[in-house]
């Protein structure tokens, strides 16, 4: 059992890079037990990771920009002050509206920063996304995340 307090500074939080966004590592499931975790995300205008489920529940809250969330067909617009609960196993994606948007991520278990620290040590960084979804799809596979209607890769 954690039984630690933990302090995280300005700038002092490990950043992932993911093919859509830069996550920086508030609070990890490390330190809550596996319980929680807390991510600031910065993600630019781009095309939209596909629709995908995620073992892990979660909650949007916009800093800054807007963004548009897919949740199960539906569709929510958020502004800065706005926020999103996301349950376990929802099909869902997000669409970045302005130029950039930051917002945090409020993760149930610590399920989501294990897959973004495998993706960030797995998948270049440096290459478009075509290039490099073999790495993505094998990454997927090691972890509780599928995604929807996109062709299997070899």
């Given at each position: 059992?954690?039984?630690?307090?933990?302090?995280?500074?300005?700038?002092?939080?490990?950043?992932?890079?993911?093919?859509?966004?830069?996550?920086?590592?508030?609070?990890?499931?490390?330190?809550?037990?596996?319980?929680?975790?807390i991510f600031e995300i910065i993600a630019p205008k781009m095309d939209p990771t596909p629709l995908h489920r995620t073992g892990w529940g979660k909650s949007?809250?916009?800093?800054?920009?807007?963004?548009?969330?897919?949740?199960?067909?539906?569709?929510?617009?958020?502004?800065?002050?706005?926020?999103?609960?996301?349950?376990?196993?929802?099909?869902?994606?997000?669409?970045?509206?302005?130029?950039?948007?930051?917002?945090?991520?409020?993760?149930?278990?610590?399920?989501?920063?294990?897959?973004?620290?495998?993706?960030?040590?797995?998948?270049?960084?440096?290459?478009?996304?075509?290039?490099?979804?073999?790495?993505?799809?094998?990454?997927?596979?090691?972890?509780?995340?599928?995604?929807?209607?996109?062709?299997?890769?070899?």
């Amino acid at each position: 059992m954690n039984d630690t307090t933990h302090v995280s500074q300005v700038g002092t939080g490990k950043q992932l890079h993911a093919p859509d966004a830069t996550l920086t590592v508030i609070v990890g499931g490390e330190h809550t037990d596996d319980r929680y975790e807390i991510f600031e995300i910065i993600a630019p205008k781009m095309d939209p990771t596909p629709l995908h489920r995620t073992g892990w529940g979660k909650s949007y809250y916009v800093l800054d920009g807007s963004m548009l969330v897919q949740v199960e067909g539906e569709n929510f617009e958020l502004a800065p002050g706005s926020s999103i609960a996301i349950p376990a196993r929802s099909l869902h994606t997000f669409t970045v509206l302005s130029p950039t948007v930051k917002f945090l991520v409020f993760s149930l278990t610590g399920g989501m920063g294990r897959f973004h620290a495998d993706l960030d040590a797995s998948v270049p960084h440096d290459r478009p996304v075509d290039e490099i979804f073999g790495d993505i799809a094998r990454v997927l596979e090691r972890h509780d995340v599928t995604l929807e209607n996109v062709e299997a890769v070899p």
